[in-house]
């Protein structure tokens, strides 16, 4: 049975006795570099390499000599013939390509035809015995150079102003992505907020139409209780009634007396007030019988007063005049006519007639 010891594998190359050799059980890599010209004809060179593991170590040391050189357990045949593979393959490739295309695809197109070559070569189909006794981790062409230096500085600002036209492209792209995946993610956020705005509203209907629930069920019972305190009050009010009613039962014939005995005292306010409105109008009637007495006393004593006044005048009046009257039309005569007359009426007025004698 083989054995690992120190990253090698002890395998027997025959019966008991026979020479044992050492297998490496550690990743092995090498690298592969060759020059070749595309369809385009440009030449073209290519750096690549392979990371392979041994698994089955009987198989190897049947294809490969694993025998020490100085104490080294030797792989160097297995890198040649894997790197020769490579670039027959690659090469056949590579002439059927254009240098963009060898560069763009490096690491795909030309690196699955190394893989592809490597494993069809180290594999076969299961129950042969020519299998190599490889597994194949890494077959990659790593990078391609341009061998004309006036060539790849002009291809190379060329692939750099492409190379910036695409990452221009690829930012605008990008902002556009940015852009729409903002303008996305706004209208996600709108229609979150129009969402919750609706959750929101509609809790707000459900709170506000609780509420309107319990402001009905308050103003129900706030009118249940108006109703019942209003029946106490009606209530209150039908028994102070009656209380009334029978109060004012009781107390009408003291009222009736007193309302009798009230309207007698009225009569006789009323029959007194007559009374002192008949005194009031005697006594008006009394002071203008004076007053009328005492004006036709003054009248009456007036001439009195006046006539030795009168008399004097008139005397003064015909005092020294030497009148003489001829014939009855005399037009002096006429003239004091009057005079005479109304003398002769004053003095009759102020003099008073003479006393009865006495019976």
Known sequence: MPFVGRGTLNVPLGLPGTIYVLVPATKQETTFEFTQETKDGIPLRFKGIIIYRITNPVAAARFFDFSPVHGVVQVAQINTLLTHICLGELRDA????????????????????????????????????????????????????????????????????EIRLKSDQSNILTQEEVKLAQLTSDGRVQEKKLASDK?????????????????????????????????????????????EQERAKSETPVRLLKIEKESQVLREELELRKLQNQIREFEVQ??????????????????????????????????????????????????????????????RQATPPPAAPPA
Not at 125 to 132: C, N, P
Request: overall charge negative; some cysteine.
């Open 94 to 161: 590579v002439s059927h390509m254009s240098m963009l295309e060898c560069i763009e695809q490096r690491k795909t197109t030309l690196s699955e035809v190394a893989a592809s070559a490597l494993q069809t070569t180290i594999h076969t189909a299961e129950g042969q015995s020519d299998d190599w006794g490889l597994e194949l981790e890494v077959a990659q062409v790593a990078q391609v150079f341009i061998v004309d230096v006036q060539l790849r500085q002009q291809l190379e600002a060329e692939v750099r102003n």
């Open 199 to 243: 959750d929101n509203l509609r809790r707000q209907e459900d709170l506000e139409l609780a509420q309107l629930a319990r402001q009905r069920r308050m103003q129900t019972e706030n009118l249940e209780s108006e109703r019942q305190a209003l029946q106490l009050e009606q209530e209150k009010f039908d028994l102070q009634l009656e209380i």
């Open 286 to 347: 009394r002071e203008l019988l004076l007053e009328r007495a005492r004006q036709e006393l003054r009248r009456e004593i007036l001439p009195l007063e006046q006539a030795p006044e009168m008399v004097e005048a008139a005397s003064k009046v015909l005092q020294g005049a030497n009148l003489s009257i001829y014939g009855e039309n005399n037009q002096l005569l006429t003239q004091l006519a009057p005079l005479f007359e109304l003398l002769t009426r004053a003095v």
